[in-house]
């Protein structure tokens, strides 16, 4: 296994906690569901692929769903869903990539100021031509906070499986 030095999938586990943490600031009475589902949004970027370090141009579509809850102690439990979908084109041996990926990240803050966040990132992108290695991999990401603000877990995982 190999470190996942992609800065796509950092920035992705990135937007999931900012879209989790701010999409939904007014919350409404305690047990009320609110939920956000956007239409999926075009988007273009460049990856890696760690098994053969070749940089892909990768454009496709991206969804995001978010759903709160509030609970009648006061405390805010948010669920965030992401998925991608798209195709690339290798920088160097003009490869062709499909691209499926995606994950979801919950957060729950309670009234005392504690919090945990977990969010599980997996994607494959599949090299379409022969002799140009698939990427498959695995992101996890685990906080807990206490009451006083002392973080007590932090678990960053990245795996490559070639």
């Known amino acids: 296994m190999k470190t996942l030095t992609s800065s796509m999938t950092k920035a992705v586990l990135a937007l999931i906690l900012i879209a ?19 239409p999926w949004q075009p988007f273009f970027t460049e990856g890696l692929n760690n098994c053969n370090n ?8 991206i969804l995001v769903e978010v759903k709160t809850v509030a609970d009648n102690s006061g405390g805010l439990h948010v669920s965030t869903f992401i998925r991608i979908r798209g195709i690339g084109i290798g920088n160097n041996t003009g490869a062709r990539y499909i691209d499926n990926e995606g994950g979801q990240a919950t957060e729950n803050y309670l009234p005392s100021g504690a919090f945990n966040y977990t969010a599980v990132f997996n994607g494959t992108v599949i090299a379409v031509d022969k002799g140009v290695p698939d990427l498959h991999y695995l992101a996890l990401a685990h906080i807990t906070v206490d009451a006083n603000g002392n ?11 070639c």
Do not use: R
């Not at 070749?54 to 579509?61: A, D, I, V, W």
């Not at 973080?151 to 499986?161: A, Q, R, S, Y």
């Open 20 to 38: 989790a943490s701010f999409i939904f600031a007014p919350i409404a009475k305690a047990g009320a569901l609110n939920a956000y589902s956007g």
């Open 151 to 161: 973080m007590t877990v932090n678990i960053d995982k990245f795996e490559i499986l």
């Open 54 to 61: 070749e940089t892909y141009t990768l454009s496709g579509q």
